[in-house]
C-alpha cells in the first residue's frame, strides 16, 4: 500500500501483522524515512493531518523550550524533542511523542537505551522506559493520545505522562502519574501542577492574540 503526504510517500509492505515484523521493516532501508508511521494497537498508524499552528505547533515548541531549558541547566539527564521514535518491545508499540524526558539514572542503570536502522548511527530509536512522554492532542490524535497510547504508556512503565490539548475553548494541561492500574492527575494547585520527576511545578498562562489565536506562555517554578 502507498500513501503519499506532505514529507513524502511511503509504502507499507503487505504480511506486517505483528510489531517484530513492523519493527524489521521500520528500520530497514525500506522503511518510512522521514514520514512518521507508529504501530499501536496491533496495526500501522500514518500521520496524515498537518499541526495546527496555534493549537499545537506552538504549543509544542513552548514545552520544549522550558523543559530542555531545565534539564539542560540542571544536568538531568536528556530531552527528546518531537520526531524521536520511541519503541517498547514489551508491550509491542512504536511512536513517535510530542517530548520525552530521559534521567540520568535511566541512561546510568540502562533502563533506556538507543538503537537505529541498517547504516545509521545507531541512535535513530529510543527503547526501554523514559522517564516522561508528552503529548499535544490534535484532531487526529484525540482516541491515541487519551485512551491508546495512555493505556500502553503506563503498561510500559513510564512513571509520568504529560497531556496538552488546546483544540477547543482554553487550553488543558494534565500531568499524570503512575498509579498501580492507572494513571492518576496531579492535583492542581493554584493554578500549577507539579511534576515529581522534573521536581518542578509547571503553568500555561495566558498569552496575547495573534493572527486571531489564543496564545500562551509555559512557566516553571
Request: proline content about 5%.
Amino acid at each position: 500500500m502507498n500513501i503519499t503526504l506532505p514529507g513524502g510517500e511511503v509504502r507499507i509492505p503487505q504480511g506486517i501483522t505483528t510489531h517484530a515484523a513492523f519493527l524489521t521493516w521500520f528500520r530497514s532501508d525500506d522503511g518510512p524515512g522521514d514520514v512518521r508511521v507508529d504501530w499501536i494497537m496491533n496495526d500501522v498508524w500514518v500521520e496524515i493531518m498537518a499541526e495546527r499552528a496555534f493549537a499545537h505547533n506552538k504549543i509544542k515548541s513552548a514545552v520544549t523550550h522550558v523543559v530542555y531549558g531545565l534539564v539542560k541547566a540542571e544536568k538531568l539527564g536528556h530531552f527528546f524533542s518531537d520526531g524521536m521514535v520511541y519503541t517498547n518491545d514489551d508491550e509491542q508499540f512504536t511512536t513517535a511523542p510530542d517530548g520525552m524526558f530521559v534521567s540520568r539514572e535511566a541512561m546510568e542503570n540502562r533502563r533506556v537505551w538507543l538503537t537505529g536502522g541498517e547504516g545509521s548511527a545507531g541512535d535513530t530509536e529510543l527503547l526501554g522506559v523514559p522517564d516522561l512522554v508528552i503529548e499535544v492532542v490534535s484532531p487526529s490524535s484525540v482516541d491515541k493520545d487519551t485512551v491508546w497510547l495512555m493505556a500502553k504508556y503506563w503498561a510500559a512503565g513510564v512513571p509520568e505522562y504529560w497531556l496538552i490539548d488546546a483544540r477547543e475553548g482554553p487550553l488543558t494541561f494534565t500531568i499524570y502519574r503512575r498509579g498501580p492500574d492507572e494513571y492518576r492527575a496531579v492535583r492542581r494547585v493554584g493554578g500549577w501542577v507539579k511534576s515529581a520527576v522534573l521536581g518542578r511545578s509547571f503553568r500555561f498562562a495566558p498569552g496575547e492574540r495573534l493572527m486571531g489565536h489564543p496564545t500562551y506562555e509555559f512557566e516553571a517554578r
